[in-house]
C-alpha cells in the first residue's frame, strides 16, 4: 500500500487484536488489487445504554486510482453481528465483492448480454394508407379506375 492503514474504533475501547484482524484482510485485498491507495476502517459499537443489542457495524472505505470504494454491513437484529470479528469478516466480505467488480470491469471481462428484439414486423402498408400520426385519422385508398 502507498499510505497507510487507519483503524477507527467508535463507541468502544480499541483493541489490538481486532486491528490486527482487520490488517490482515486488508492484505487480503490487495490480492485483488495491488494498487490501493488508502484503506480506512471504522469499527463502530452501537450506544452502551442498549447493551441486549449489541450488535456492531463496520464500513471500509478504500481509495483506488480513478475512485473510490466504500463498503460494508450494516447488522439486522437477526445477524451474528455479536462477535465484531463476524462483523469485520462480513464487511471485508463485501468490499471484496464491490473490488472484484470494480476490476472486472476495468479489465473489460464483463458478459456482454445480446439485446433481443423486443418487436418484428409483420407487414408494411402502403404509403397512402399511413395515418398522418393520429390513429383515428385513416386516408382512404385511391382506387384505381
Known amino acids: 500500500m502507498k499510505l497507510p492503514i487507519q483503524v ?3 463507541n468502544m475501547d480499541a483493541s489490538d487484536a481486532i486491528e490486527e484482524a482487520v490488517r490482515h484482510r486488508i492484505i487480503g485485498l490487495e490480492r485483488f488489487h495491488p494498487r490501493l491507495m ?9 450506544h452502551r445504554h442498549r ?3 449489541l450488535l456492531y457495524r463496520v464500513r471500509v472505505d478504500l481509495t483506488l486510482p480513478g475512485g473510490e470504494i466504500v463498503a460494508g454491513r450494516t447488522p439486522t437484529a437477526k445477524e ?7 462483523a469485520v469478516r462480513d464487511a471485508f466480505v ?3 465483492r464491490v473490488l472484484q467488480d470494480r476490476v472486472r470491469r476495468q479489465r473489460g471481462q464483463v458478459k456482454d448480454h445480446p439485446s433481443t428484439a423486443c418487436a418484428r414486423v409483420a407487414r408494411m402498408l ?7 400520426g393520429d390513429p383515428r385519422k385513416r386516408r382512404e385508398r385511391a382506387s384505381p379506375p
Open 80 to 86: 451474528s453481528h455479536r462477535d465484531v470479528y463476524v
Open 8 to 10: 477507527m474504533f467508535r
Open 38 to 46: 488508502r484503506c480506512r476502517v471504522v469499527v463502530e459499537a452501537p
Open 126 to 132: 402502403p404509403k397512402e394508407a399511413r395515418t398522418d
Open 51 to 53: 447493551k441486549h443489542d
Open 94 to 96: 463485501a468490499t471484496r
